[in-house]
């Protein structure tokens, strides 16, 4: 067939082939604040990995004869109540507060997707069932019910999962189901329809890559969130038991020496929020490199 | 008449407003009992301003939407009565291009994984054939086969289009609904994708449906012509026909609107309608043109006039105009 020789100028060197991982990459290093994130989670993650090697004393001895040390070139951020040393507790505690604020997320994240998008595409009464049983989790007191599983089940770390995950898979369902509804009605569905898509292909194919962007963003911010959520579970006795050393828990037992020896409390408090921080600076960066439109 | 592609009898379209708790809502009838003919091979060109039900039409004869009454006949086979399984599988022949060349493209996908879905889901072969297959309709439609690898926010909206009319094209289909398809393009681009869908048309024996509101592009363009007004065809005739002779006034003052190139003729007085277009939800009594036609008599007032059929010429109202 001929075609009018004028609809091929574009050289064969302007055509770029297309990474969708190097794109994102390149696009991701162009942003110093999602780099720089990035850069604290690594050293977060390595820190965790390797506290035994890493950490200056051991977290779990106690030195009655020094308590409440001031921060030192031994003991860089002071000891606690018994002594111990408050730098290799937290580098401690970020095992856990990791590993509480990853897992959860992500099983929340998963639940909450498949059930957003079901609910969002199929509609009627699917969506009905599922969006109630959502409203029950979040009408339900979300503390009280984390707190009722943690009571029934025992208090470990395998049951903080199933806490938070029962507590946090509505909210993504929500979102993800408002994205679904908003999708639901774009040409390239109804695109995919006519050209006799399935509807599992439709959900897999078509508006669950486009919901991505979106639960990265909840991703990053339900990790600070479940960080917290473990921070009150300790605190009320029913999350990580002492001496186990928890991010929340060196919080909220710090903070009844608050006045004789700040540090204890504040120290771990503004790894919290370090963390926090961190993980929204990548959660953004990776949001906007992912949007192909954002591109050059 | 074995040459009939597609024919549509008394399709109707209503949507249902509001009514939630005791309240009764309204209705609005987007397409109102049209029933239309498409013959072998040709272009009919579906006119009528905006919210007239064109693109209604479109979707609800490929059953993308489905219609609340009438039948739809496919070369034989009654497609309103199909189960889902069946009539995903003649989606194959029934294709459709769309209006928004940036929003009918899934940005997340490659151009090839795009071409690949219907030939995927009709199962069309290994994954070696179908990739070859994809590159062939890209460079069908005018485009490099190194473009496979690439996103659809790399292209500008005319090429952006030529893929869309490469993936309807993927299946050898039959009858394609081209739906505004060249309007959000500019002219120049516009001239170009329609010489490809008429080259495309030629080639591989394709019967067009194609809904616009370019009366320019009709003329240069379509066999036939369907006039829709508020839910109705109310004129439908050979292209020639209702440019040189309109029956229907309606028609007739849309035609009298396309602007003329000639300043000669410009300044000439030319007859242009007035008012508003009734509201889909509250239609009028009788012909529902009656409220703007400057010829309404008492009859148009309580009576709709039904189509009548004369050759090639179909006019719904009571008093056409003579050539």
Redesign the interface.
Known sequence: MTVSPDLNVDTVEEIQEASLLRDTMRAFARNRMALLGLVFVALLVFLAIFAPIVSPHDPYRMALDEQFLPPSTTYWLGTDNFGRDVLTRIIYGARISLVVGIVPSLISLIIGTFMGVLSGYIGGKVDFVIMRLADMMIAFPSLLLAMVVMYTLGANLFNIFVALALVGWAGVARVVRSQTLALKEKEFIEAAHANGASRVTIMFRHIFPNVVPTLIVLFSLSIPDAIMWESSLSFLGVGVQPPEASWGLLVSRGKEYLFQAPVVAIAPGVAILLTVLAFNFVGDGLRDALDPSMKD | MNDIVISARNLTKHYHLGGGLGGAGQIVRAVDGVSLDIHERETFALVGESGCGKTTLGRIM?R?QEPSGGEINYRGQELTTLDEKGM??L??K???V???PY????????IE?ILA??LR??GYGSAAEIRERCAALLE?????R??L???P??FSGGQRQRI?IA?AL?NNPDFVVCDESVSALDVSIQA?VL??LR??QD?LKLTYFFITHDLSVVRQFADRVGVMFLGRLVEVGTTEEIFSAPKHPYTMFLISAVPRADPHQRSRERPILKGEIPSPMDMPNGCRFHTRCPFAQDICRTEDPEPQTQGTRTVACHFPLEA
Do not use: C, I, T
Not at chain 2, 103 to 110: C, E, Q, T, V
């Open positions: 490929l993308l995903r599988a989606r194959k029934l294709q459709v769309f209006q928004d929003a009918s493209l899934n940005p997340r996908m490659r994984q879905e219907p889901a009709h069908m439609v005018g485009l490099r190194q473009y690898r690439s996103y926010h790399q869309g993936r993927a170009q010489n490809l080259d495309l080639e």
